[in-house]
DNA sequence: AATAGTGTTCTAGTTAATTAGAACACTATT
DNA sequence: AATAGTGTTCTAATTAACTAGAACACTATT
């Protein structure tokens, strides 16, 4: 279900971490009300110490994605509703862009240069 | 022309200069083959290092929005014009996927599964 | 070839981010 | 109340990012 963290791509462990897990939930392959493997699973899951999935799992509850119980587990907390009308909006989008003979790269830095300054 | 660069807001002094010029140039008010100011004007300006522009500068050029000529200058480079049309559908789907909290970055990686696979 | 104006590279100090180990705390079950 | 399974906090070591100073290298002009 979770890819493995790459430790030597430049990119620190809990970030990878957060990206997989939002975009499993994104792309619906967790669902709302899941729970989610406990800490230490997801550390061996994933390669890297406790405190790593710790890091990541914090971020993800300040942006509330997901939800911890104390001596229970960490819960899916995102609504499915969002998720849908999130992935039709970017379906159509890229659809429209491809059809304009964008290339994904210089997309992508425009996307970035607008979302920062816009 | 450039604002100053403000040194304790968390964000790294050249990023700061990387977003500041991007803008100007995006915002049509450094043109193709305009020549940017020399690294020590930029660096005082800024309040920086020379190095700190340098490695804005490199970055910049990476992207291909600036290119250096060793001991010339630094200039604006042609780049492909991007539609208005394109930039004004990019601009429509970053304030909606704002106003959904979405991140830049979990953004980037579904606009990418969805541009591979769709 | 000398000079002034420009970009480039080398080196190092400082600071912040990242990761990990170990002990602690809560919950549910028996 | 004991236990097993879970999340949490504390501390410290390591690593990476950031910035700066100084010397070097290229270009155009005289």
Redesign the pocket.
Known sequence: MFARVN?HD?V?????IMHIIKKEVFMGRIKERDQ??????L?EIF??????V??A??RL?LEGLVE???????FIKESEIVKEEVLSMIRKVVRELKQKDMDLEVTKLLFEEVWRND
């Open positions: 430790k430049g620190p462990a809990y970030i990878q989610l493997p406990p800490v230490r699973e550390a390669g890297v110490n406790m405190n790593t710790m890091k799992l914090e509850q911890a119980e104390h001596g229970v587990g960490y």
